[in-house]
């Protein structure tokens, strides 16, 4: 433990307490069910176990100021009840991990380590704050720590959980995560790792049925909704759990930018660009929700506002490939060729795992009438990714606009047999037509 000495104690009691304080009737509140919570609490105003829950609601629900308020008013309140105090600080070290804050989440954790008997809680605490950075050995050194003091020591495997899924360790990471449903089965966060563990891994039915069984445990709950979303694919289920979870935490940038992106690509470019002033209004100085309102604003037809949109984005990472990207497709739209070829070649320079830049360079090309350059693009892009649809149909046009025509029927056959979103019927019709 950082910054001081700590006591060695066995604290297995803390799990079980803090499984009953995570049971309490509006613990695994968010946004829809505040209202009632702060009118408990103010019912309860000496009651620290009240502000925990309050408190937590509060943080679960993307309102960190007022949940710090809050948890801080019950530590003053706490009194003797040592579980409480426990709980209540590492409340708050969530909410600074929720915002990035290393430094003040540390602090916090070092206050929880210095409470008697707490000093694995608080080794755990330090796993989850050099999470925050990705520092996954240091983390492991922590857990280590922590479960060397208390095996059953909740916090603790959960860390070791993430921090072996950081590591790319997914079978260690599985079996602590697993570990952790052992030790609370009514705790959503064990639950939401693991299936978020399977499914990125492979094991995708897996996957799904663990976050079902997460959001079963927190119905409300805005992690297992957006990882459920995420995992299942795109489709009506899947929009409605991201919707969800934005109305259950209207913080939650990354299930903006999800439900955002699906409701774009179904058409509903009025939904999607609410999406994408949410995901921006939450968070401002990232790429991503530039890049979303860039994209909605093609759509709907507003090329100077794609382009501005990827200009914005590229002041804040020069070398973001999506906003090079989305920067070409609005001058691509406005007819400035030269301009949108040079930012195609641009995002094609910094991201070769894309073929969408060589793809879309190839439609623009043929578009302005330049099929020597879409027939250049369109080889560079079916010579790199011989399996993408989509190259192979841009390519065909190409070879169609200069009259060769059996390579134009070979490249539209490999365009319907390959993988990606490719206009099937459109495609057909081409196919059809030459001899």
């Given at each position: 433990?950082?910054?001081?000495?700590?006591?060695?104690?066995?604290?297995?009691?803390?799990?079980?307490?803090?499984?009953?304080?995570?049971?309490?009737?509006?613990?695994?509140?968010?946004?829809?069910?505040?209202?009632?919570?702060?009118?408990?609490?103010?019912?309860?105003?000496?009651?620290?176990?009240?502000?925990?829950?309050?408190?937590?609601?509060?943080?679960?629900?993307?309102?960190?100021?007022?949940?710090?308020?809050?948890?801080?008013?019950?530590?003053?309140?706490?009194?003797?009840?040592?579980?409480?105090?426990v709980s209540l600080h590492w409340e708050i070290?969530?909410?600074?991990?929720?915002?990035?804050?290393?430094?003040?989440?540390?602090?916090?954790?070092?206050?929880?380590?210095?409470l008697p008997g707490a000093a694995a809680e608080?080794?755990?605490?330090?796993?989850?704050?050099?999470?925050?950075?990705?520092?996954?050995?240091?983390?492991?050194?922590?857990?280590?720590?922590?479960?060397?003091?208390?095996?059953?020591?909740?916090?603790?495997?959960?860390?070791?959980?993430?921090?072996?899924?950081?590591?790319?360790?997914?079978?260690?990471?599985?079996?602590?995560?697993?570990?952790?449903?052992?030790?609370?089965?009514?705790?959503?966060?064990?639950?939401?790792?693991?299936?978020?563990?399977?499914?990125?891994?492979?094991?995708?039915?897996?996957?799904?049925?663990?976050?079902?069984?997460?959001?079963?445990?927190?119905?409300?709950?805005?992690?297992?909704?957006?990882?459920?979303?995420?995992?299942?694919?795109?489709?009506?289920?899947?929009?409605?759990?991201?919707?969800?979870?934005?109305?259950?935490?209207?913080?939650?940038?990354?299930?903006?930018?999800?439900?955002?992106?699906?409701?774009?690509?179904?058409?509903?470019?009025?939904?999607?660009?609410?999406?994408?002033?949410?995901?921006?209004?939450?968070?401002?100085?990232?790429?991503?929700?530039?890049?979303?309102?860039?994209?909605?604003?093609?759509?709907?037809?507003?090329?100077?506002?794609?382009?501005?949109?990827?200009?914005?984005?590229?002041?804040?990472?020069?070398?973001?490939?999506?906003?090079?990207?989305?920067?070409?497709?609005?001058?691509?739209?406005?007819?400035?060729?030269?301009?949108?070829?040079?930012?195609?070649?641009?995002?094609?320079?910094?991201?070769?795992?894309?073929?969408?830049?060589?793809?879309?360079?190839?439609?623009?090309?043929?578009?302005?009438?330049?099929?020597?350059?879409?027939?250049?693009?369109?080889?560079?892009?079916?010579?790199?990714?011989?399996?993408?649809?989509?190259?192979?149909?841009?390519?065909?046009?190409?070879?169609?606009?200069?009259?060769?025509?059996?390579?134009?029927?070979?490249?539209?056959?490999?365009?319907?047999?390959?993988?990606?979103?490719?206009?099937?019927?459109?495609?057909?019709?081409?196919?059809?037509?030459?001899?």
């Open positions: 433990m950082r910054g001081a000495p700590f006591a060695v104690v066995m604290v297995s009691s803390w799990a079980a307490a803090a499984l009953a304080l995570t049971a309490a009737p509006s613990a695994n509140a968010q946004e829809s069910q505040l209202e009632g919570d702060r009118a408990a609490t103010k019912a309860r105003s000496m009651d620290p176990v009240a502000a925990l829950s309050l408190g937590r609601a509060l943080r679960r629900a993307g309102h960190p100021v007022e949940a710090l308020a809050e948890l801080r008013r019950g530590v003053g309140v706490s009194a003797a009840k040592l579980d409480v105090l070290a969530r909410v600074q991990m929720d915002r990035h804050d290393f430094i003040q989440t540390l602090t916090t954790c070092q206050v929880i380590g210095k608080g080794h755990a605490c330090n796993a989850a704050a050099d999470l925050l950075q990705q520092r996954s050995t240091a983390a492991l050194e922590e857990t280590a720590a922590a479960l060397k003091r208390d095996p059953r020591c909740y916090e603790a495997t959960l860390a070791e959980g993430r921090a072996q899924e950081f590591a790319l360790d997914v079978a260690k990471s599985e079996t602590a995560y697993r570990a952790a449903i052992a030790l609370m089965p009514d705790a959503q966060e064990p639950r939401v790792g693991l299936g978020r563990l399977l499914w990125r891994s492979g094991r995708r039915d897996d996957g799904v049925a663990e976050l079902r069984r997460a959001v079963q445990v927190d119905p409300n709950g805005p992690e297992g909704l957006y990882e459920l979303g995420q995992a299942i694919g795109p489709g009506p289920e899947s929009v409605g759990l991201l919707d969800h979870a934005t109305r259950e935490r209207p913080s939650f940038t990354d299930a903006w930018l999800a439900l955002g992106t699906q409701l774009l690509a179904a058409g509903r470019v009025a939904d999607a660009r609410k999406a994408a002033v949410a995901a921006e209004r939450g968070d401002p100085s990232s790429v991503a929700p530039k890049i979303l309102v860039g994209k909605v604003a093609l759509a709907e037809g507003h090329a100077d506002e794609a382009v501005r949109a990827g200009e914005a984005a590229l002041k804040i990472v020069a070398n973001s490939a999506a906003a090079r990207l989305l920067v070409a497709d609005g001058n691509a739209s406005k007819g400035e060729i030269d301009l949108a070829l040079e930012a195609y070649q641009a995002a094609w320079g910094l991201d070769h795992g894309d073929p969408t830049p060589l793809v879309h360079a190839t439609e623009a090309c043929h578009a302005a009438g330049r099929d020597t350059s879409a027939k250049a693009f369109g080889l560079k892009a079916a010579q790199e990714f011989p399996k993408w649809g989509p190259a192979w149909a841009a390519l065909g046009d190409a070879l169609l606009a200069q009259g060769e025509k059996a390579a134009a029927k070979d490249a539209f056959q490999k365009a319907l047999a390959g993988d990606g979103p490719v206009a099937r019927d459109t495609v057909q019709k081409k196919l059809s037509a030459l001899p």
